[in-house]
């Protein structure tokens, strides 16, 4: 069974949907005579979304949408100098002799955990700085994470790209090249986007529940998620990035080194009965009730006097 990189024009076709599903989605768009990419385009809607569900829900999390905000400020652009140094070190021949091309992220090249490392240790350093809760803003930004890269894998199917090797399940996706010729493969962005999904409405519902007992809870559980779906979809890929000369593909390693991460981190403080008082949301929410009945008590004087007098 042979393997192939890309496709990067034809037709995509899915035979579980009939012969007749069969579609030539174009690269890119004009909007206003600007040329616009789709996959750009696409991204920028996950990251859209993800900034509206957040912001609807940031008070449950004890944050404000200025908060958000900020943060964001922060985590994009560290997010975005992760993904393509993640992508450089372990795909260095390309441009070991090419400086300069490491600047070229037009050019494509940016993977999605460098991104997500990138945007952790910015926000640990801007919670840092601002001396609040780390865990909740990771809680939070893991319902976010996980919008955006729904939404965002169906850029690598405008792109045709980050496809998995060739098949004959029922699940295929077909792709025909400039020549005619058909190849099927394992729609892998397909697989992931559905996994993630699957994954915010869990998480979604759980962090509704009230079940949430610690800041940072959120978060493990979604590394623990999306790493084990992670490793086993990046096994199919054909374009994987592998760690040096080792032969194995680093996202995959990192995935599964992830998932123990996170389900140990999530035993142990399993174990250990936390108090929810210490959420940053209820911590929050108890200093604005001890203002609220500060500020009552001048009140309550004022009235008790003048009772006091028309006695």
Not at 17 to 32: N, Y
Not at 152 to 162: D, K, L, P, Q, S
């Amino acid at each position: 069974m042979t393997t192939v990189q890309s496709v990067p024009d034809g037709t995509i076709t899915f035979p579980m949907f009939g012969d007749k599903f069969a579609i030539d989605p174009p690269s890119s768009f004009q909007l206003f005579g600007i040329p616009l990419y789709w996959y750009g385009f696409i991204i920028a809607v996950g990251f859209l979304l993800a900034y509206l569900y957040c912001s609807r829900r940031s008070k449950q999390f004890g944050l404000t949408q200025d908060n958000l905000i900020d943060m964001l400020l922060c985590a994009v652009p560290s997010a975005v100098v992760g993904a393509r140094l993640y992508y450089v070190i372990f795909n260095y021949s390309e441009f070991k002799d090419n400086f300069w091309g490491v600047f070229n992220i037009r050019g494509g090249g940016l993977a999605i955990y460098g991104g997500i490392i990138g945007a952790v240790i910015a926000v640990i350093i801007y919670c840092k700085v601002k001396k609040t809760s780390v865990g909740a803003y990771f809680d939070l930004g893991g319902l976010g994470l996980l919008i955006g890269q729904t939404v965002g894998r169906w850029g690598n199917f405008i792109n045709r790209e980050a496809f998995g090797r060739e098949t004959d399940i029922f699940c295929r996706m077909g792709l025909t090249d400039a020549s005619g010729k058909t190849i099927y493969v394992h729609p892998t962005f397909l697989y992931e986007s559905v996994w993630n999904l699957l994954g915010l409405l869990l998480l979604h519902l759980f962090s509704k529940s009230g079940k949430r007992r610690y800041d940072g809870q959120l978060f493990a559980m979604y590394v623990a998620w999306y790493g084990f779906g992670r490793m086993l979809i990046e096994g199919l890929r054909t374009d994987s990035l592998y760690l040096f000369d080792t032969g194995l593909r680093v996202s995959q390693v990192l995935a599964g080194a992830s998932v123990v991460i996170a389900l140990v981190f999530l035993a142990i403080n399993g174990s250990i009965l936390h108090d929810k008082n210490k959420m940053l949301v209820n911590i929050l929410a108890a200093t604005e009730s001890a203002k609220a009945e500060e500020n009552e008590k001048p009140l309550e004087k004022t009235e008790d006097n003048g009772s006091d007098e028309n006695k």
